[in-house]
């Protein structure tokens, strides 16, 4: 019997996530003995809050170690609508809300509760590796819409016009972007929604999971804060996992309208049941406990942005736009493409050009082809200051000795 008789014939056409590859690829490297510093990961480095910990310890003690409620704990499904109401001015009622096994159950089950063979999904390029894979599983067609620098890998309300078929049945935004940075502005949301009312039959997931990961003061938005009218047919998504440094507790949230959150509990309900006890009870102490977690992080990764975005735009055939948000520069090693690295290999690609930053300089970053735009490389600064400061110059000499084919 092979593989091919007997997978679903949807996950078979499915591809492993591209960024675990490269951490792959980069902690093998380290394990042999060679210094990697590895640039792929995209989780923040430090610990989660102490209280937070603490609040989860607390829960083991008290017991608090049976199945919950599908939908999540009454207690933390409260405290995600005061997040809301609080940090992004929707007025939410805790029945509006739905926790999951972190933000990626949520997207899953949104996609897998709506999707019929054949309907379109609408993915700005470049995208969060998951995005297009979840579409795929779940039957549905990803509509890949290309944004490239000269829109700061923004979607335009024209390139979504063009997109949008009978067929569309969700448009996907995410902000700050996994994996450019981007952010959108409230302007820029507006003017996407004046697009999306004129086509009722969209549903749109708004992917918030970065939003405090923003940066030069700016403001964060979400698309049902900028244009309320959308809110009856928007899922907005975020969790605990970047903001708090929880990514290991698997909490995922989300707001949108009653039936969508119902057949999503559905499918859940069959499939994980509720989230981890111990995680929820984790997370009610970080979304209504002090946030200077949030502040500190953030300013700790604006620093972190400012030294690698300095450094890359000194290495030859390397550019990059300071980005606004999350914690990834997207890199445009174009300059690179069709030369000859130090140590003799052919850089005919971006995944060519990480493969040998990582074997010659020691460096794992992510090739921009597995977010949907070539000629890019990805690097996430989710580690500290000096070995980003090490791993920018080692790019540095890599792209200087590299030569003519
Ligand atoms: N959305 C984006 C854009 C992400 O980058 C990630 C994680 O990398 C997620 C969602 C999922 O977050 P979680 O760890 O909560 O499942």
Redesign the pocket.
């Given at each position: 019997m092979t593989s091919a008789q007997v997978l679903n014939t949807r996950l078979a056409a499915a591809q492993p996530s591209a960024t675990y590859r490269m951490m792959d690829r980069a902690a093998l490297r380290k394990v042999a003995g060679h210094p990697v510093i590895s640039l792929t990961a995209?989780?923040p480095d430090f610990d989660t809050p102490l209280h937070v910990r603490e609040a989860g310890i607390a829960a083991i003690g008290a017991g608090h170690t049976r199945y919950t409620p599908v939908a999540g704990l009454r207690a933390l499904r409260e405290a995600v609508a005061a997040k809301y109401q609080r940090e992004n001015g929707l007025d939410v009622a805790w029945q509006d809300t739905i926790v999951c096994s972190?933000?990626?159950?949520v997207?899953y089950n949104a996609l897998a509760a709506t999707l019929n063979e054949g309907d379109e999904v609408i993915i700005p390029s470049p995208y969060?590796v998951?995005y297009p894979e979840m579409v795929q599983i779940c039957g549905g067609v990803s509509v890949i819409v290309a944004c490239d620098a000269a829109t700061g890998f923004k979607l335009t309300p024209a390139a979504l016009e063009a997109a949008i078929t009978p067929r569309t049945k969700w448009l996907i935004l995410?902000s700050p972007s996994?994996p450019t940075g981007a952010v959108y502005s409230r302007e820029e949301l507006e003017a996407l929604g004046r697009a999306l009312l004129a086509h009722p039959h969209v549903l749109i997931l708004s992917?918030d999971?970065?939003e405090h990961l923003i940066f030069d003061g700016a403001a964060f938005c979400t698309l049902a804060q900028a244009v309320p009218a959308l809110r009856e047919r928007t899922l907005t998504m975020n969790?605990v996992?970047?903001a708090y440094a929880m990514?290991g507790w698997?909490i995922?949230f989300g707001t949108g309208p009653r039936w969508l959150l119902e057949a999503m509990e559905k499918l859940q309900g069959q499939q994980t049941s509720g989230a981890c006890s111990i995680s929820q009870h984790a997370a009610v102490a970080a979304l209504n406990g002090p946030k200077d977690f949030i502040a500190q992080s953030r300013a700790q990764f604006q620093r972190r942005r400012d030294l690698l975005v300095a450094q890359l735009n000194q290495a030859p055939g390397l550019r990059c736009e300071t980005p606004a948000g999350a914690f990834y520069a997207f890199v445009s090693c174009a300059g690179l493409i069709g030369r000859r690295s130090a140590g003799g290999a052919l850089l005919d690609s971006d995944e060519a050009v990480a493969v040998a930053l990582l074997e010659e300089a020691n460096v794992g970053v992510v090739h921009g082809s597995a977010f949907g735009l070539a000629h890019h490389l990805r690097f996430a600064y989710a580690i500290g200051e000096a070995p980003l400061q090490q791993a920018g110059a080692a790019v540095r000499d890599f792209c200087a000795l590299a030569g003519p084919a």
């Open positions: 995209g989780e972190g933000g990626k159950q997207l969060w998951s995410n996994n992917d999971i970065y969790g996992s970047k990514t698997r995922g």
